[in-house]
């Protein structure tokens, strides 16, 4: 099995009001196929950059390092190629787009990714189809698909619609920006649900959380911690138990 | 919309004389002197076969243009124009074009070809010679105007609607063109109405007759007359009590003319319980990158609600022009009438729009509405200008004002002058206004959902006009999407 996503030595920027902040400091990950990793560190360590960097945003300056998906230089490639290719984000914030109904968004971006990918685009019914499946299997009402993108959501349909579009553009490679972040534990569980039944020998997934209680629900292969812009510390998911009764100390201490 | 050497040759070609070109070709053409005086006021008259009493009415309109001047309170800016330095008459037997698809302008065909028209359609739009003649048998069912057009006469025959060109009217029924013309924007309106007035050569006439309700939407749709489309056009609409009708101004594909100076007029008058709808889409050549050679589009549009409970409603999306003026008005002059204005207006490159809508409450329980929608991109610049004025007489008067901008780069500029004035205590005026600018992060969301950034442009533009797109007639409002979205291809990035 060649290299599926890997990352070398990353580095990453932002201009701040005309002062460049470095971000990601050399950071090293690899997510084999099939596996399902979690990264987990302090606030403002630099994992939303990480995955809007992973996902192609071009405020990010990427100063060194470099990325492999599926044996393509990744940060080459456009965001909408990336996507194509079968890398998705969930994002922590999802955007508002006013007026812009959400089903028609939903089809849109569906058919743009099969065009890409060489496959044939769904009709109106045949997309309806898939669509009411998935909003069944993630308790969502149609009267989210009616409204405009996340206009006027809470945040756990944010959430839920993040999900939703994941399984609708059936990514090989699928980030999750904290998508637990705000969920009672039902919905919780939902989203969980909805990451685990695409678990696949050929689905791997980078989720991105605060909290041990997300990780209870989807069971990582391998957990990491991230500070500074930088992966400190990976092991097993016991880690994660640690960190939730310890908290990042030990694991920054150990790395100074 | 970039355009290429050879389109930017044609068209100054076309600007420096309008008609060389035609000479050229040694066409034959009935043609009137260059200049505007009497003379050319009753050549006009006596080529079209018109009454005395039309002739008359011309001359009182060209009178008065010569007293007056040019407007100067828009915010737009052009070189002057010189009114002596055009033909106001030239009915060229046949048009000389190109000769076949490969000698249009291929930006024109690639435009064509985004807005899904078919090949021959492409042919007729671009005026190549003899596209009419060489139509394939198979398109007869979807393209051939005339049997298109029989069917339709008949129908609207049977409903008693009359529908035709004006200068038919002028000579067949007389009498309701003599009523009506001129009533709801009279000859010395404005300079544009009254220029228009004296030289109008083109337009429709519709009359809607009481208790009718038009069977089909009446259209100016490329697809009945491509060709018919003229400088000076005027429009006069009527619908009787309780008489309905809509009707289509405007073609989405992008039209080209000789003439710079477009300056139309429409009246529409609605009486007791009669309701008019009056949507256009207008995408008139907006010039090269720099604006050059593009159209002036002068117009007049005013609507007259004459009857109880009457209702004008105006749609339009305005995407074409090097410059717009333009300010279709409501008159509320029948208890309870009501105006509603939609509209999106689209700058892009060097486009310079200054439009907007005029709400007059001169009748008690008058209602209005006005969305106005303005994108502007790249050096554009666009104004949105309105007036609410509600007359002493209009108790509870009520009208609602919403003006959203959106700008796209950091170049262009968007101006909100709303004038309000009210002279009755109970009536009331809310205005709410907003501007934005399409944020990198809406971009980015979209495109991390596989959208290339033009479609991502595209589909936030649509989401913001949503509320006026949603007025539009439903295949209007579908090509006026894609619309939206080529004429701002290359704004962004
Ligand atoms: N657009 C931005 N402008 C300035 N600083 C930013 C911007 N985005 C992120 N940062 C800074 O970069 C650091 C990492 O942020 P982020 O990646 O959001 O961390 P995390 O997701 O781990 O909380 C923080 O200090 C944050 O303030
Ligand atoms: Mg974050």
């Not at chain 1, 996503?5 to 990950?29: E, S, V, Y």
């Not at chain 2, 008949?154 to 309701?176: N, Q, W, Y």
Request: a negative charge; glycine letters at 8%; one cysteine or more.
């Amino acid at each position: 099995m060649s290299d599926f996503l890997k990352i070398q030595g990353l580095q990453a920027r932002i201009d701040a009001d005309g002062t460049p902040k470095d971000i990601l400091k050399g950071l090293d990950l690899e997510v084999p196929k099939g596996e399902v990793h979690a990264i987990m560190g302090p606030n403002g360590s630099g994992k939303s950059t990480l995955s809007y960097v992973l996902a192609g945003r071009d405020d990010y300056e990427v100063t060194g390092g470099s990325v492999t998906f599926k044996g393509q230089d990744l940060l080459a490639l456009e965001p909408e190629e990336r996507t194509a290719l079968g890398l998705f984000l969930a994002f922590q914030s999802p955007v508002e787009l006013p007026g812009v109904n959400n089903a028609n968004f939903l089809r849109t971006a569906v058919n743009a990714v099969r065009r890409a990918r060489g496959e044939a685009e769904l009709d109106a019914v045949a997309f309806l189809k898939a669509v009411r499946a998935e909003t069944k299997h993630l308790s969502m009402s149609d009267d989210m698909l009616k409204r405009a993108v996340n206009v006027g959501f809470s945040g756990g349909e944010k959430k839920r619609n993040e999900v939703l579009q994941m399984r609708l553009l059936q990514p090989s490679f699928a980030i999750l920006d904290e998508t637990d972040s705000g969920l009672d534990i039902d919905a919780l569980r939902i989203v969980a649900e909805g990451v685990n039944s695409l678990r696949s020998p050929d689905f791997s997934a980078l989720v991105i959380t605060h909290h041990q209680r997300l990780l209870d629900y989807i069971v990582p292969d391998r957990v990491h911690v991230m500070a500074h812009g930088r992966i400190i510390h990976s092991g097993g998911p016991d880690i994660a138990k640690t960190l939730e009764k310890q908290g990042y100390t030990q694991f920054l201490e150990a790395a100074a | 919309m970039p355009a290429v050497t050879e389109t930017r040759e044609t068209v100054e070609k076309l600007a420096k004389s309008s008609y060389e070109w035609g000479f050229e070709t040694d066409i034959e053409m009935d043609i009137a002197p260059k200049g505007l005086n009497e003379e050319t006021v009753r050549l006009i008259s006596e080529r079209k076969g018109e009454p005395q009493w039309m002739l008359d009415w011309r001359l009182k309109a060209f009178r008065a243009w010569l007293e007056m001047e040019e407007p100067t309170w828009a915010h737009i800016h052009h070189p002057p124009i010189d009114y002596q330095d055009a033909h106001y008459f030239a009915q060229p037997k046949k048009k000389p074009g190109p000769r076949s698809l490969d000698e249009v302008d291929p930006e024109l065909l690639k435009t064509y070809a985004k807005l899904g028209i078919p090949l021959h359609e492409q042919a007729l739009l671009a005026g190549v010679e003899g596209a009419e003649e060489r139509l394939p048998v198979a398109v007869d069912a979807v393209f051939d105007s005339v049997s298109v057009a029989t069917t339709f006469r008949k129908t609207l025959a049977e409903a008693g609607v009359i529908f035709c060109p004006i200068s038919d009217a002028i000579r067949e029924h007389p009498e309701l063109v003599q009523k009506y013309l001129g009533t709801v924007v009279p000859v010395a309106d404005n300079f544009f109405a009254a220029l228009n007035s004296a030289v109008f050569t083109d337009g429709s006439f519709v009359y809607i007759p009481e208790g009718v309700r038009c069977p089909m939407e009446l259209s100016t749709y490329f697809r009945i007359n491509a060709r018919n489309t003229g400088q000076f056009e005027r429009t006069l609409i009527i619908a009787e009590d309780r008489a309905t009708v809509s009707y289509l101004e405007g073609c989405t594909a992008p039209q080209r003319d000789e003439n710079q100076l477009h300056a139309a007029v429409v009246e529409l008058v609605a009486m007791e319980d009669a309701s008019i709808k009056y949507s256009t889409v207008q995408n008139w050549y907006p010039g090269d990158d720099e604006g050059r050679g593009g159209i002036y589009n002068f117009v007049t549009k005013r609507g007259i609600c004459r009857g109880a409970r009457s209702k004008i409603s105006w749609t339009q999306v305005e995407t074409g022009s090097a410059i717009t003026w333009k300010y279709p008005s409501c008159v509320l002059a029948g208890e309870g009438s009501v105006g509603e204005f939609y509209s999106v207006a689209v700058t892009n490159n060097h486009q310079q729009a200054d439009t907007g809508t005029k709400m007059i409450h001169l009748a008690p329980n008058t209602r209005s509405t006005i969305i106005a929608k303005t994108i502007s991109a790249g050096h554009s610049d666009s104004t949105y200008r309105g007036l609410v004025r509600m007359q002493p007489k209009a108790r509870n008067a009520r009208n609602f004002t919403q003006c959203d901008s959106l700008l796209i780069g950091d170049q262009c500029g968007a101006h909100t002058v709303p004038y309000i004035e009210s002279r009755n205590m109970t009536a009331r005026v809310e205005h709410e206004a907003t501007t934005s600018k399409i944020s990198e992060d809406q971009l980015f969301y979209c495109r991390s959902r596989g959208l290339s950034e033009e479609d991502a442009v595209g589909l936030i533009v649509n989401g913001f006009c949503r509320e006026v797109l949603k007025e539009l007639p439903m295949e209007f409002a579908v090509e006026a999407q894609k619309l939206l979205q080529i004429s701002l291809e290359g704004s962004v990035g």
